[in-house]
């Protein structure tokens, strides 16, 4: 990575009103790649001023997913860093200044209108069909009608005075953009309770914090023109802006809950890995120069280039997330799949056959010869019901097993088993080849039809893993036993 020669700083600035949103995990990985990129620095900062909304849990899920993510940031609440506080909540002292400052140079003003005022004015927009904008009936107090409301006491708010232009700027992702402020109005900075609105606080924030590339979703590109009037009349340096289009779901409306998961750590609870989760999410808006789409953060922050993130939407394809899950899942480390995979099987834990009495080599036995067809970790519970419990349920193998020459070949192995030896899979793989070859020259059976049986017998399925190290995991005792309680299916 590049040595840090520059002065780019990026941040992610969520607020706590829920877990971390997978359309959040995408932003800070845009605004992480691009510092990686960059040699810059990539700050959190917790936007809790809403302190109604915002709660400790939250907080701690933005961490922990952040961090599971891979996305560690260099300055912030927890590490902290030369420009703290990072918690909005902590630096609400150090608004007021900023808007008194906008106040004696005459860029903002004290603003008595009553909420039924401002209702009202609100109301006549609506039904003179015109968008709302302030009336600026405060614009002009003088300082004696002001004294008076105060005595009153009535607590003004600040409001910026918008001046009217055309105000242009160069979105990173979308090009120039342009916007008329007449159609703004003036709006309030600091509430009358003395505490700062979202487009003041975060531009405080920014420009304190030295954010010098503000990346982050087109639900606030209408805040935007806001935020650079204030960074001008502050007479500070405007950072450059990036609007990324939004996540849909395939179905083309706003992600949401009723179409799966949408917090990360729900991800995570339903079995999706986190570096197939970022992987994923990375391809949202940016492509591989290479098209090979698997790769992890490091190469993706090395192949990255701002200026070719897609300005339009993206869509949340689960089935892709699905697929791209499986191909994780397929190429991990077994040891620690095994250790992932573990809290899934809690339904096995406490019964006879069940997970705490496999050893660990037999379960990263099991977990390498089931782990082919997994798209979820979750889905591990039913793909290997059948290496617990000393029974299987013989639903789906049923039909099989009543074929009389399945009763053959199952008696036939229990002829044969006491001469197996399972402790090794090669020897049981021989033995099954053996079976098989004696019930094609002798009973003209297919060798799928042999194994056919036997693994509905010993599995209760009719699909599954490596039937001879599904054998060699379970045992011999175990086998024999199913075996005989297929028999009487
Ligand atoms: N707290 C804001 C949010 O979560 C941050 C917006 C911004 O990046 O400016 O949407």
């Not at 040699?39 to 709660?55: A, C, P, Q, W, Y």
């Not at 650079?228 to 502050?234: K, P």
């Not at 940016?286 to 990255?304: L, N, Y």
């Not at 039809?449 to 005792?477: N, Q, Y």
Request: one cysteine or more; charged letters at 30%.
């Amino acid at each position: 990575m590049a040595e840090e020669v520059n002065n780019i700083r990026v941040r992610i600035a969520p607020s706590p009103s829920g877990n971390l949103h997978i359309g959040t995990a995408r932003t800070a990985l845009f605004n992480y790649l691009y510092a990686k990129k960059t040699g810059g620095k990539f700050v959190l900062r917790i936007e809790d001023t809403d302190l109604e909304r915002s709660n400790a849990e939250y907080t701690q899920n933005i961490f922990d997913s952040l961090k599971a993510l891979g996305l560690q940031w260099d300055e912030g609440p927890d590490v902290g860093g030369n420009f703290g506080p990072y918690y909005q909540s902590e630096r609400f002292d150090i608004y007021p200044k900023y808007a008194q400052m906008l106040v004696d140079k005459g860029y903002a003003y004290e603003c008595y209108c009553t909420t039924e005022e401002l209702d009202a004015e609100k109301e006549e927009a609506v039904k003179n069909h015109k968008p709302y904008v302030y009336s600026r009936k405060c614009l002009n107090l003088t300082e004696d009608e002001k004294a008076e409301l105060k005595a009153k006491g009535v607590k003004p708010s600040i409001r910026f005075r918008v001046e009217h232009k055309e105000l242009i700027f160069n979105d990173l992702v979308k090009g120039e953009l342009k916007f008329d402020t007449s159609l703004i109005g003036d709006f309030v900075i600091m509430k009358s309770n003395g505490t700062p609105t979202y487009n003041f606080a975060v531009v405080i924030d920014d420009m304190l914090m030295k954010i010098s590339h503000i990346i982050r979703g087109e639900d606030h590109i209408s805040n935007t023109p806001k935020q650079i009037l204030i960074y001008e009349a502050l007479g500070a340096e405007v950072p450059k802006f990036g609007h990324l289009g939004m996540i849909l779901a395939p179905d083309r409306s706003k992600l949401s809950k009723r179409h799966g998961a949408t917090a990360v750590s729900d991800f995570v609870k339903q079995g999706y890995l986190t570096d197939a989760l970022i992987n994923f999410v990375a391809l949202l808006g940016w492509a591989p120069s290479d098209g090979h789409e698997i790769k992890p953060v490091d190469e993706i922050a090395e192949d990255f280039r701002i200026n070719e993130i897609s300005s339009s939407n993206s869509i949340f394809e689960y089935d892709k997330l699905n697929w791209m899950n499986g191909q994780y899942i397929k190429k991990m480390d077994i040891s620690k799949l095994t250790d992932m995979i573990i809290p899934f099987l809690s339904k096995y834990n406490d019964m006879e056959y069940g997970l705490g009495q496999m050893s660990r080599a037999n379960l990263e036995k099991m977990v390498e010869i089931t782990r082919e067809p997994l798209t979820t970790l979750s889905e591990i519970e039913h793909d290997a019901a059948y290496f617990f419990g000393k029974d299987v349920d013989y639903t789906e193998g049923v039909e099989t097993l009543q074929k009389p020459e399945a009763k053959t070949v199952l008696n036939r192995v229990l002829e044969l088993i006491d001469g197996w030896d399972f402790s090794s899979d090669e020897i049981i793989h021989d033995v099954l080849a053996d079976l098989r070859s004696e019930f094609k020259e002798k009973h003209n059976m297919k060798p799928k039809e042999t194994m056919w049986a036997l693994r509905a017998a010993i599995t209760g399925r009719t699909k599954g893993a490596d039937m001879a190290k599904t054998m060699t995991i379970l045992g011999k005792d175990v086998c024999i036993h199913r075996i005989q309680k297929a028999l009487e299916v």
